[in-house]
C-alpha cells in the first residue's frame, strides 16, 4: 500500500510538482508525520493537508521543515514563492466563477418578477379630487359644471362689483382675517391714553425676564463661590495638609507571560501532549540521546513550558519508550505503523534530571546517560 495518496488533477502543476517536493523530502528523512509535526512545530493534521496539497504550507513551515531534514532553506523557499503564486491565481479563478454564478442566479431570480405593472396617474386614485373636464370637477378657470365663476366670489355669496337690494354698489373689502387689518372701512386700533399703565401682558413679560436674570447671576456667584473654596482649602478642612488619597493596592505577581501558541507551563504540562499544547518545534530541543538498537531515543526539553519528553525513531510497530525527572513523574509512549512515538510531557524545571528508555520487541533496552 502506496503510502501517499495520488495528488489531485485540478490543482495548479505548479502547487502539485511542489507537493511533490515535501513529500521526496519526508521520505527521504525518514521521518513520519507526526515525527514532522513535533520537530517543526506544525499539527500532524495541518502537515497531512500541506503534503496532500489540500493546504499551501505556510513559509514558516517550510523554513522549519528544510532544517529538519537538512535542505537548503533559500531552494526550497524559491520553490515555495512560485506555488504560493500559483495557489493565488487558482483562488482568483475560483472566486471570478463563484461570482459570475451569483450573477446569473440573481439576473435568474430578477426574472421571474415579469414586467413592470402600470402606476395610475397621480392624483387620480385615492379619492383624490378629480381631473379638469372630469364629471365634477372645475376647469383652470375655476368655473363648476353649472358654468358659475367661483375663483373671485367673497364670503356672502356675492362677487366683486355686485349691488344690494337698495341698487348700491358694495365697497370691495377683503376678508377680515384677524384685527391687525387696517384700512378704508376698518376702525383703526385704539391707542392708550397719555400716561395709561401698560397692558397686563406686558408688565408679566417683563417682570418675567427680571426673574430670569436674577436667577442666573445668584447662580454665577455661587459657582464662583464654590470654586474660591476649593482653591483655598484643599485639603481635610482641620490644618490645611492636603488630605491622604486611598491606599494603593498591594502588587499582585502573575504567572509569567506564555508566547502565542503555547498553552501550558511546569504541572500544567504534566500528561499532556507536546505537539497539542505548542511545546515542541522551535519551543524544544534534544538535550540528550541514546542509540538502542536501531531505534534513537532522545529527551526532549522546552524551556518555555518547563517540561520534558522522550521520543523514539527508527522504531518497530510495538517498541516503547520511557521519561521520567530524578525517577518521577514518568510517562509512556507505544510506537505504532509509522515506526516512531513520543511520550507526554511530565514538569521539568531543567533538563539534567530527565531520562528517556526504550525497550524494544526483541527484548533490548536502554536508556540516555549510560556509558
Same mark, same amino acid.
Given at each position: ?50 503534503? =496532500? ?18 535542505? =537548503? ?36 431570480? @430578477? ?47 356675492? =362677487? ?17 382675517? &384677524? ?37 442666573? @447671576?445668584?447662580?454665577?456667584? @455661587? ?26 493596592? #498591594? ?14 507551563? &511546569? ?27 536501531? #531505534? ?42 509509522? =515506526? ?32
Amino acid at each position: 500500500m502506496p503510502r501517499w495518496k495520488a495528488l489531485s488533477e485540478e490543482l495548479d502543476p505548479q502547487v502539485r510538482e511542489f507537493a511533490g517536493q515535501l513529500r521526496r523530502l519526508v521520505d527521504r528523512s525518514r521521518l513520519s508525520v507526526a515525527a514532522v509535526a513535533d520537530r517543526t512545530g506544525y499539527s500532524k493534521t495541518s502537515w497531512e493537508r500541506y503534503l =496532500n496539497g489540500r493546504l499551501l504550507a505556510p513559509k514558516g513551515a517550510i523554513v522549519a521543515l528544510a532544517e529538519v531534514t537538512g535542505t =537548503n532553506a533559500g531552494h526550497l523557499t524559491t520553490m515555495w514563492e512560485l506555488a504560493e503564486r500559483a495557489w493565488s491565481r487558482s483562488e482568483m479563478r475560483h472566486d471570478m466563477t463563484m461570482e459570475a454564478a451569483r450573477i446569473s442566479q440573481a439576473r435568474a431570480a @430578477l426574472g421571474e418578477f415579469g414586467p413592470p405593472q402600470a402606476v395610475a396617474p397621480a392624483g387620480r386614485a385615492g379619492g383624490l379630487p378629480p381631473a379638469p373636464g372630469e364629471p365634477g370637477g372645475r376647469d383652470v378657470s375655476g368655473r363648476d359644471l353649472g358654468g358659475l365663476d367661483l375663483s373671485r366670489r367673497e364670503p356672502g355669496g356675492r =362677487n366683486p362689483g355686485d349691488r344690494d337690494p337698495g341698487g348700491r354698489e358694495q365697497p370691495q373689502r377683503p376678508a377680515p382675517y &384677524g384685527p391687525t387689518h387696517s384700512g378704508p372701512g376698518y376702525p383703526a386700533p385704539p391707542t392708550p391714553p397719555p400716561g395709561a399703565a401698560p397692558s397686563p401682558g406686558h408688565q408679566g413679560g417683563g417682570r418675567h425676564k427680571v426673574a430670569m436674570f436674577l436667577a442666573g @447671576l445668584v447662580g454665577a456667584l @455661587l459657582v464662583i463661590a464654590a470654586a474660591v473654596l476649593l482653591t483655598d482649602l484643599g485639603g481635610d478642612g482641620t490644618d490645611g495638609k492636603p488630605a491622604a488619597g486611598p491606599p494603593s493596592a #498591594a502588587p499582585t505577581t502573575s504567572s509569567p507571560q506564555l508566547p502565542a501558541g503555547v498553552k501550558c507551563s &511546569g504541572k500544567g504540562c504534566t500528561g499532556q501532549d507536546p505537539e497539542a499544547m505548542g511545546c515542541g518545534g522551535e519551543f524544544a530541543r534534544t538535550v540528550s540521546s541514546a542509540t538502542v538498537g536501531k #531505534a534513537l531515543v532522545e529527551v526532549r526539553y522546552s524551556k518555555t513550558c518547563q517540561a520534558a519528553w522522550a521520543r523514539i525513531t527508527q522504531a518497530a510497530p510495538g517498541d516503547t519508550v520511557r521519561i521520567s525527572v530524578a525517577g518521577k513523574g514518568a510517562q509512556n509512549g507505544l510506537v505504532d505503523a509509522d =515506526n516512531d512515538a513520543y511520550t507526554p510531557m511530565t514538569a521539568a524545571a531543567a533538563p539534567a534530571e530527565s531520562k528517556a528508555c526504550a525497550t524494544l520487541k526483541t527484548g533490548v533496552t536502554g536508556c540516555t546517560g549510560q556509558q
